[in-house]
Nanobody
Framework: QVQLVESGGGLVQAGGSLRLSCAVSGHIFSNYAVGWFRQAPGKEREFVAACNWSGRRTFYSDSVKGRFTISTDYAKNTVYLQMDSLKPEDTAVYYC?????????????????WGQGTQVTVSS
């Protein structure tokens, strides 16, 4: 069983930065995938970024590529999402998620473990 707890959300102006954290507990191995999803009001949850637990493999959605960076810290059992050059359309609840393998599709139904979410609001 894997438990995930997000933090770091908040209100920021367009062009600004935020770093989200996801504290991970339970049994997790280097080939596990950890990812970030987001859900804006009235929209479906969408994939943002993922990496394997070692952090050596990463994958991003086209909408955030070049602006967001996912990383892991073994010592702190934490996954980060550094978000730069934020836009109003990045406003959403951001969720951390995990699954027991790397590769394949990154749909929300492929991830069995979820955090509770953290709100990110980008003002124009």
């Amino acid at each position: 069983q894997v438990q995930l707890v997000e933090s770091g959300g908040g209100l920021v102006q367009a062009g600004g930065s935020l770093r989200l954290s996801c504290a991970v507990s339970g049994h997790i191995f280097s080939n596990y995938a950890v990812g970030w999803f987001r859900q804006a009001p009235g929209k479906e949850r969408e994939f943002v970024a993922a990496c394997n637990w070692s952090g050596r493999r990463t994958f991003y959605s086209d909408s955030v590529k070049g602006r967001f960076t996912i990383s892991t810290d073994y010592a702190k059992n934490t996954v980060y999402l550094q978000m730069d050059s934020l836009k109003p359309e990045d406003t959403a609840v951001y969720y951390c998620a995990a699954r027991t393998y790397w590769g394949g599709d990154f749909g929300e139904y492929d991830f069995p473990y979820w955090g509770q979410g953290t709100q990110v609001t980008v003002s124009s």
